[in-house]
C-alpha cells in the first residue's frame, strides 16, 4: 500500500466504523513503520514503538509523538494530521504565536535544513511574497512541493533562501553554526488535511477499489498541490522503492483531483527536524553527543539494571535491558530489551536488540543483532538477524549472476555462503521475482531457544570475520523477510515484560 495507501485505509476505516461521525473528528494517523528495511530491530514491533533512552519506565516514540503534539488539537478544524514514526519535531515559538490547522485544502509544517538535508526530504517552494523570514513562527503559501530533490533542481526552482541563521540551527539539518547568512530550503515533516480533502480523498480510494501500486502520501499527495505543480513527477520513478505498473496511472488520476488544491505553509524558523530510522541515525542521536541528545535530555542508562563496577559512559545507550557484572559495552553502542551476561563483551557501535547472550563471547564492533520470535509450526522458536550496521538491506539484484554484489559484514554473500555450505540456488531466496537481497536471503537459522540463536547467528559472523568454515546444514533458514511474516509478537512482549519484572523487583530490593 506504502503510507499514501494505508492513509486512504484508515479513512476507509474510520468511516465504516463511525459512519458520518467521523466529518467532526480531529484524528491524528501516524505511519507505524513499514518494513524498516534501514533500522530493522524496529521491523516487527513497528517504529511507533521504538523505545527511547528517556523516562522511568521508557517512553517509546508513541509517546513522544503524543507530547510533542499535544497542543495540536485546540488549534484544529476537523481533519487529519498526518505524521510518521520515526521522525521527531522540536520547536520554539513566541507565548503569543499558535500553530493552527485551520484553514482549507492542505497544511504542511516546514524547517529550515541545509541543501544536503533536502536531497532526502520533501522540499517546499515558498512564495517569498507571503515570507518575511522574522519570528519564530509564519503561515504562508506554496507554490510547489519538490520530493528529494538534487541539489540542482532545487535552485532551479526556486526553494533555496537566504535567510540570516541563528546559532541554534547547527547541524544536523540545520544552517550552519555561526549567525551568518546562509543558504537553506523549507523541508518538509507534519502535514494536516481538512476533512473535504480528505473526503475526496476517500472517495477517489473507493472509486479504485484495490490499489495496484504503492502511494508515497508525501511524493503523491504534496507534488499534486500549489499553483506550480505540474503532471511531470508522475512519470518520474527513480525516489520509488518498488515500482509498479499501474503506478504512473494512479499518480495522474490524483494530481486530476488535488490540482488547485492550495497548499498552506507554517514555517516553523526556530525549529529542528530530526530522522532516527536508519542504524546510523539512530545510532548518532542516541550515543553520541547529538543536539537531539542534549534537547530530549536522552540518557545513557534508561530504566535497566546496569552493574555499579561498569561506569556509565556517556556514549552508550542502555534501555530496558538486564546487565550482568563483568560484562564490557564498547562506546557508541545501543543495547535495548536485552539481557547480557557476565563473560559478554560487545564492540563500538553495535545494536543488540531483544536478544538473550548468556554465553561468554565477543560481538564484534560495528555489528547489528536482533532476535524474533517466530511459530513456523505450532511452537515457538527463535531466529536472530546478524549484520554489520552499515548493510544494505534494501539492496537487490535481479539474478543470482549478480549476488556477489550484496555486501555482508565486509564480505560479498557468495562468500559467506560458501563458508557456511549454503548453495547459491533459486530456493535461497524467499522470493520468486527479480528481488534477491539480503532481505530475502534465507540464511538465519531457527533455534529452540532465544539464547541458542543468538549463539548460532554469532557464530555465522564469527566465520565471515575469520574466514572460517561453519557449517548451517540441517538446520531450517529464514529470511528476515520470512521472520516477519512469522512472526510472534506476544511471545517478544512477553520476553520484554519479564525484563521489565526484573527490573521493577531488584528496584524495590535496593528500596527497601
Given at each position: 500500500?506504502?503510507?499514501?495507501?494505508?492513509?486512504?485505509?484508515?479513512?476507509?476505516?474510520?468511516?465504516?466504523q463511525y459512519g458520518d461521525q467521523w466529518t467532526s473528528f480531529t484524528v491524528l494517523l501516524i505511519h507505524s513503520g513499514g518494513y524498516s528495511q534501514r533500522l530493522p530491530s524496529a521491523s516487527a514491533l513497528g517504529k511507533i514503538f521504538t523505545a527511547l533512552p528517556l523516562g522511568d519506565a521508557e517512553y517509546q516514540m508513541l509517546e513522544l509523538k503524543l507530547a510533542?503534539?499535544?497542543?495540536?488539537?485546540?488549534?484544529?478544524?476537523?481533519?487529519?494530521?498526518?505524521?510518521?514514526?520515526?521522525?521527531?519535531?522540536?520547536?520554539?515559538?513566541?507565548?503569543?504565536?499558535?500553530?493552527?490547522?485551520?484553514?482549507?485544502?492542505?497544511?504542511?509544517?516546514?524547517?529550515?535544513?541545509?541543501?544536503?538535508?533536502?536531497?532526502?526530504?520533501?522540499?517546499?517552494?515558498?512564495?517569498?511574497s507571503s515570507f518575511s523570514g522574522k519570528?519564530?513562527?509564519?503561515?504562508?503559501?506554496?507554490?510547489?512541493?519538490?520530493?528529494?530533490p538534487d541539489v540542482q533542481t532545487m535552485r532551479q526552482s526556486g526553494a533555496v533562501c537566504v535567510r540570516e541563521c541563528c546559532p541554534q540551527l547547527s547541524s544536523p539539518g540545520g544552517c550552519g553554526d555561526s549567525g551568518t547568512a546562509s543558504e537553506c530550503v523549507y523541508t518538509d515533516s507534519?502535514?494536516?488535511?481538512?476533512?473535504?480533502?480528505?473526503?475526496?480523498?476517500?472517495?477517489?480510494?473507493?472509486?479504485?477499489?484495490?490499489?495496484?501500486?504503492?502511494?508515497?502520501?508525501?511524493?503523491?499527495?504534496?507534488?499534486?498541490?500549489?499553483?506550480?505543480?505540474?503532471?511531470?513527477?508522475?512519470?518520474?520513478?527513480?525516489?520509488?522503492?518498488?515500482?509498479?505498473?499501474?503506478?504512473?496511472?494512479?499518480?495522474?488520476?490524483?494530481?486530476?483531483?488535488?490540482?488547485?488544491?492550495?497548499?498552506?505553509?507554517?514555517?516553523?524558523?526556530?525549529?529542528?527536524?530530526?530522522?532516527?530510522?536508519?542504524?546510523?541515525?539512530?545510532?548518532?542521536?542516541?550515543?553520541?553527543?547529538?543536539?537531539?541528545?542534549?534537547?530530549?535530555?536522552?540518557?545513557?542508562?534508561?530504566?535497566?539494571?546496569?552493574?555499579?563496577?561498569?561506569?556509565?559512559?556517556?556514549?552508550?545507550?542502555?534501555?530496558?535491558?538486564?546487565?550482568?557484572?563483568?560484562?564490557?559495552?564498547?562506546?557508541g553502542s545501543v543495547i535495548e530489551y536485552s539481557r547480557i551476561g557476565p563473560e559478554v563483551s560487545i564492540g563500538k557501535g553495535s545494536i543488540v536488540?531483544?536478544?538473550?547472550i548468556d554465553f561468554?563471547?565477543?560481538?564484534?564492533?560495528?555489528?547489528?543483532?536482533?532476535?524474533?520470535?517466530?511459530?513456523?509450526?505450532?511452537?515457538?522458536?527463535?531466529?536472530?538477524?546478524?549484520?554489520?550496521?552499515?548493510?544494505?538491506?534494501?539492496?537487490?539484484?535481479?539474478?543470482?549472476?549478480?549476488?556477489?554484489?550484496?555486501?555482508?559484514f565486509g564480505a560479498s554473500l557468495p562468500e559467506c555462503l560458501d563458508l557456511w555450505s549454503i548453495e547459491v540456488s533459486d530456493q535461497l531466496f524467499s522470493r520468486e521475482d527479480t528481488h534477491l537481497g539480503l532481505w530475502t536471503a534465507r540464511i538465519f537459522p531457527v533455534c529452540s531457544t532465544l539464547s541458542e540463536s543468538v549463539r548460532m547467528s554469532l557464530?555465522?559472523?564469527?566465520?565471515?570475520?575469520?574466514?572460517?568454515a561453519f557449517k548451517l546444514s540441517g538446520?531450517?533458514?529464514?529470511?528476515?523477510e520470512e521472520m516477519l511474516a512469522y512472526k510472534d509478537v506476544e511471545d517478544m512482549l512477553k520476553f520484554r515484560k519479564q525484563i521489565y519484572d526484573e527490573i521493577c523487583l531488584q528496584r524495590q530490593k535496593k528500596k527497601s
Open positions: 500500500l506504502g503510507n499514501g495507501g494505508s492513509t486512504l485505509h484508515a479513512l476507509r476505516c474510520l468511516e465504516e510533542m503534539y499535544i497542543d495540536f488539537p485546540r488549534h484544529m478544524r476537523a481533519g487529519v494530521l498526518v505524521t510518521c514514526s520515526d521522525d521527531i519535531e522540536l520547536y520554539s515559538t513566541a507565548a503569543t504565536e499558535t500553530i493552527a490547522f485551520d484553514k482549507p485544502g492542505f497544511t504542511a509544517l516546514a524547517h529550515p535544513s541545509d541543501l544536503a538535508v533536502g536531497t532526502t526530504h520533501g522540499v517546499f517552494v515558498l512564495d517569498p519570528g519564530g513562527l509564519e503561515y504562508g503559501s506554496c507554490r510547489r512541493f519538490l520530493h528529494k507534519v502535514f494536516y488535511i481538512d476533512h473535504s480533502t480528505a473526503q475526496q480523498l476517500l472517495g477517489f480510494y473507493k472509486q479504485m477499489g484495490t490499489l495496484c501500486c504503492e502511494i508515497d502520501a508525501y511524493g503523491d499527495f504534496l507534488q499534486a498541490l500549489g499553483p506550480g505543480a505540474t503532471p511531470d513527477y508522475t512519470r518520474n520513478t527513480s525516489n520509488v522503492s518498488r515500482e509498479d505498473s499501474g503506478l504512473v496511472g494512479v499518480r495522474q488520476q490524483l494530481y486530476s483531483l488535488l490540482r488547485g488544491t492550495p497548499l498552506n505553509i507554517i514555517v516553523l524558523h526556530n525549529s529542528q527536524f530530526y530522522h532516527i530510522g536508519t542504524t546510523q541515525e539512530y545510532l548518532f542521536h542516541f550515543t553520541a553527543d547529538s543536539k537531539l541528545r542534549f534537547e530530549l535530555d536522552l540518557q545513557p542508562v534508561a530504566f535497566s539494571i546496569f552493574p555499579d563496577t561498569a561506569k556509565p559512559l556517556d556514549q552508550l545507550s542502555i534501555i530496558q535491558s538486564v546487565l550482568e557484572p563483568g560484562c564490557v559495552i564498547g562506546p536488540s531483544g536478544s538473550c561468554p563471547v565477543g560481538i564484534p564492533s560495528n555489528c547489528f543483532l536482533s532476535s524474533v520470535s517466530v511459530r513456523v509450526t505450532d511452537r515457538v522458536e527463535y531466529v536472530t538477524m546478524a549484520f554489520g550496521v552499515g548493510d544494505d538491506l534494501k539492496k537487490s539484484v535481479k539474478s543470482l549472476w549478480d549476488v556477489h554484489s550484496l555486501q555482508l557464530n555465522m559472523l564469527n566465520s565471515v570475520q575469520h574466514k572460517s538446520f531450517q533458514l529464514l529470511s528476515v
